[in-house]
Antibody, heavy 116, light 106 residues
Framework: EVQLLESGGGLVQPGGSLRLSCAASGFTFSDFAMSWVRQAPGKGLEWVSAISGSGRSTYYGDSVRGRFTIYRDNSKNTVDLQMNSLRPGDTAVYYC?????????WGQGTLVTVSS | SYELTQPSSVSVSPGQTARITCSGDVLAKKYARWFQQKPGQVPILLIYKDTERPSGIPERFSGSSSGTTVTLTISGAQVDDEADYYCYSAADTYRVFGGGTKLTVL
């Protein structure tokens, strides 16, 4: 059974940092590009960041470039998102997603709230 | 960066055909995906590579592409198809979702 389990969300003050982690199982992790996608309360999906299967290529959305960093460890089947200089506008449910052609897997999401 | 534009809402009666469009320059060169998201649930992939349907997705969901526009067609829409629908594309160093379309079936 495919599973993606996010952790690390919570309440953080503006300007603070948080590291999200996603543990994958049930599929060949290194064959899949992995992404983080967020959804602010009552809003649509926003792509945040992606990393290739090998980890050699990383990509970021304009709103997070320079503040967020994506990592993966194929030996542990994990993908992390280091979030620095957080802003209230970063408040959202953050989903971890794995993608390869017609195979598309999502975690249940972890809530990040940026507020003083 | 790129943008994908969708109508904010579409309404159909049960049994009718619903069509949701998604427009953007990137779609002339890159494939699109379509996702369905119901309230409180995780998005589900409906269509990939513009027209391909993953296993387990009903045949009433289909995708098409023409130039810079892709279309999700739901044939014989059901009340259970009420949801938000998002297009998505990946271009070189960038990925983008459309703003989403709320489908009402009543």
């Amino acid at each position: 059974e495919v599973q993606l389990l996010e952790s690390g969300g919570g309440l953080v003050q503006p300007g603070g940092s948080l590291r999200l982690s996603c543990a994958a199982s049930g599929f060949t992790f290194s064959d899949f590009a992995m992404s983080w996608v967020r959804q602010a309360p009552g809003k649509g999906l926003e792509w945040v960041s992606a990393i290739s299967g090998s980890g050699r290529s990383t990509y970021y959305g304009d709103s997070v470039r320079g503040r967020f960093t994506i990592y993966r460890d194929n030996s542990k089947n994990t993908v992390d998102l280091q979030m620095n200089s957080l802003r209230p506008g970063d408040t959202a449910v953050y989903y971890c997603a794995g993608r390869r052609d017609g195979n598309d897997y999502w975690g249940q999401g972890t809530l990040v709230t940026v507020s003083s | 960066s790129y943008e994908l534009t969708q109508p904010s809402s579409v309404s159909v009666s049960p049994g009718q055909t619903a069509r949701i469009t998604c427009s953007g320059d990137v779609l002339a060169k890159k494939y699109a995906r379509w996702f369905q998201q119901k309230p409180g649930q995780v998005p589900i992939l409906l269509i990939y590579k513009d027209t391909e349907r993953p296993s387990g997705i009903p045949e009433r969901f289909s995708g098409s592409s023409s130039g810079t526009t892709v279309t999700l067609t739901i044939s014989g829409a059901q009340v259970d198809d009420e949801a938000d629908y998002y297009c998505y594309s990946a271009a070189d160093t960038y990925r983008v979702f459309g703003g989403g379309t709320k489908l009402t079936v009543l």
